[in-house]
Every structure is written in C-alpha cells, then in structure tokens.
C-alpha cells in the first residue's frame, strides 16, 4: 500500500472549560494552567506513539474539539499543531479546525493558531441575545463575541463557522430570528453555520430543572417554526442546507464532519475521544489522571462491527445529509442495493412522503416532511 493511499481524519479532545455551561453533557471542566499544560504534554506523547499505526495513512482534517480548546495558549498550540504535521503525512490543503469561544481569545492568540496551521475556525456564539446566554450559562456576551469574530478576521480567517442554538429558555421564534438576522449583518458573514436545537441531557443543570418544573421552554410547535425559519433564512441569504443541522455557502462544508456522516476513518485523541478505522471503533478512558499518567495506555475494548452494524450505520448517517445516502456507495460497500436488504422501510417511507429518491435512483433521501420527522425515519433501519 502506497503512502496516503487510504485517508484518515483527526479528532483531538481538549476537555477544558472555563465554566460548564448548563447544558452541556461533554466531557470538560475547569483545571489550571499546570494541569492544561501536563495534559498537552501527554498528548504530544499520544500523538507520536499513534502515528506509527498510520503511516499508510493521508490526513485531510485536523479536528479540535472540547470543551474549550482556544483555551489552549499561543505556544501549546503550535507545539501541539507541530507533532501533528511532524507525525502523520497531512494532505497539503487538510481542514484544520479549532472551536473557540468569545472571551478565550485576543488577536494574538488567534494570529498564533492561523500560523500554527488552522485554517478553520468554529465560534460558540450559541444566542446574539446576552438574556439567553445567561440562562443557558455561557460566559461571554454578544459584544464579546463581536470582538472575537472582528479578531478572527483580522488574524486572516476566511473560514469561520457560527454555533446557534434554538429552543433556548425564554426563547422565541422572534428572538431566535434576531440572532440569525444578527449574524448574517456581520461583514463579512460567517462561510459556514450550525444551527441545533438545545437538547436536554440527563445529569445537566437545565435538565434537573426541567425535571423541577422550572424551566421555561418553547413547546414543540415553536421548535419547529424555528427549524423551518432557519433554512428559510439562511437560503434566502445564499446558505445551502448540506445537512440536518448545517449550513454552509458553496464550497466551505465541513469536510471533518461529513467525513463521519460518510462513514471515514477517523482516530481521536485525547480524553474520552472515539475513534472509527476499518470498522472497528475503540475510545480513550475518561479518567483524567489515568491518561495524563499513561495516554498510551488508557484504550478502552475494541468494537468490531458485523456487516448489519455497518449497513444500519451507512443509511442512518447517510439520512442526515441533504444529498441523502448514496445507494451505489452502499452497493461497492456491501455487493447488494439497500433495497435488497430495507425495501420495506424504504418503500413504506416513500409511501409516506419522508423518503425520495434524487438524481434517479443514485440518491435515498429525506423530504423536508422527513427532516421534521428524521429520527423517527433513521430509527426503521436499525435492527
């Protein structure tokens, strides 16, 4: 096998905060500057000692996710970027992508990541309305993060995409719309935006709320019209709706993210991250100090995926994507169509207008009365 000849994406977990947000189930938590730094150091150890695994391996995205991971400074940034590229064979124009909050970084820090090769940024906005920022617990307000989208373009950002979130506490399909009009008046307006509907999570602070009867939540109509005014919106304002929850202008889809709808390989790194190569997934410990003490060596067991597991994967994270599943890809995949194995499902979804075909047969995908409906669809082809 020929260098780069198969591809790999990287997912690397920075699982540092500066406060837990109220809604968030991930793994992060506030730590100090010596427990940042020890962590990065094991990284960098877990980074060189993968690697020799992949050499066979072309990296085309680079992925930091957290937490927080512009929390990282100017320097661990580039020593972590550094063993990235020193370790692994990147793909010369490989997505590189940090998620940051407003209030975590400057123009320095910012400037620093742009050299140290990100060419991506992911800002957690989440509501241009500093009342529903507050009662889902975010740190920053919508002024901060008009500094930081300002400091992200002039530290040479071309491609930055918006979080939003709808159904927020005290949220209405009025203000939800405010904060869409708000972000699309920045100049320039963001290449890419996320739009999700806020979650509840067992075991999160809006989530024994809601379970106290405290909280105030739209209702599921309202969740709805604001699902409905977000591709309204951002269509009229020249966003195509790629997948679900994901908008971008033509050409800046995250590629990172449509490599896991389409089933790549991916190796993740860090605390806690899940990885998927050659249908076997694996994950980190989530013990802290255990992988900072040994990051080599915290490898949870190894999952092998039957064919049926592979299949229901392939058309259930297919759906998400506006383009839907691609039957031909399913049939070099497995030597049979998806007819042969879900005609049922398929034809009683057509039957009820949540599934279509596109571009003749090549394509299976959601309508838009499927996309209300998406998980209720995805569900029918999981045994």
Same mark, same amino acid.
């Given at each position: ?20 947000? *109220? ?12 427990? @940042? ?114 400091? #992200? ?11 939003? &979130? ?88 995250? @590629? ?108 299976? #995908? ?11 669809? &995805?569900?029918?082809? *999981?045994?």
């Amino acid at each position: 096998m020929m260098r780069g000849e198969m591809e790999l994406e990287l997912y690397i977990h920075i699982p540092f905060c500066v406060k837990k947000c *109220l809604y968030c189930d991930f793994l992060s938590a506030p730590a100090g500057e010596e427990t @940042r730094e020890r962590y990065v150091q094991a990284l960098l150890s877990e980074i060189t000692g993968r690697s020799r695994e992949y050499r066979d391996r072309l990296v085309t995205s680079v992925f930091l996710g957290g937490g927080t991971p512009s929390l990282l400074t100017d320097g661990q940034m580039k020593r972590l970027l550094g063993t990235v590229y020193g370790s692994f064979f990147l793909a010369q124009d490989a997505e590189i992508t940090v998620e940051a909050n407003p209030g975590t970084v400057d123009l320095k820090k910012l400037t620093a990541y742009g050299e140290a090769g990100v060419n991506r940024l992911s800002i957690g906005l989440q509501s241009g309305d500093n009342g529903e920022l507050a009662a889902i617990g975010r740190i920053h307000t919508w002024e901060q993060f008009l500094e930081a989208y300002s400091q #992200a373009r002039q530290a040479g950002f071309a491609n930055i995409n918006v979080d939003l &979130m709808s159904t927020l506490p005290g949220q209405t399909t009025e203000s939800y719309c405010g904060t869409l009009r708000k972000v699309l008046a920045l100049d320039p307006p963001p290449e890419h935006i996320s739009a999700y509907s806020l979650i509840l999570e067992e075991g999160t602070v809006l989530y024994d709320r809601h379970q106290a009867g405290l909280l105030d939540l739209p209702d599921e109509d309202e969740d709805r019209r604001m699902y409905r005014e977000t591709k309204r919106i951002l269509e009229e304002a020249g966003y195509g709706r790629y997948e679900i929850s994901n908008y971008a202008r033509a050409g800046f889809e995250c @590629r990172h993210n449509c490599g896991y709808w389409q089933r790549r390989d991916y190796l993740g790194l860090g605390l806690g991250a899940s990885s998927m190569t050659g249908n076997v997934r694996f994950q980190n410990g989530e013990e802290l100090e255990h992988y900072l003490r040994d990051p080599l060596g915290c490898r949870k067991e190894e999952n092998r995926l039957t064919v049926t597991e592979q299949m229901e994967e392939y058309m259930f994270l297919g759906l998400r994507l506006t383009e839907g599943v691609d039957t031909e890809g399913f049939r070099e995949a497995f030597g049979c169509a998806p007819e042969e194995i879900y005609g049922a499902v398929i034809e009683k979804n057509i039957r009820d207008g949540l599934l279509r075909y596109r571009r003749g047969r090549g394509h299976l #995908a959601l309508t838009e009365r499927g996309m209300d409906l998406a998980n209720y669809v &995805m569900a029918q082809f *999981l045994a």
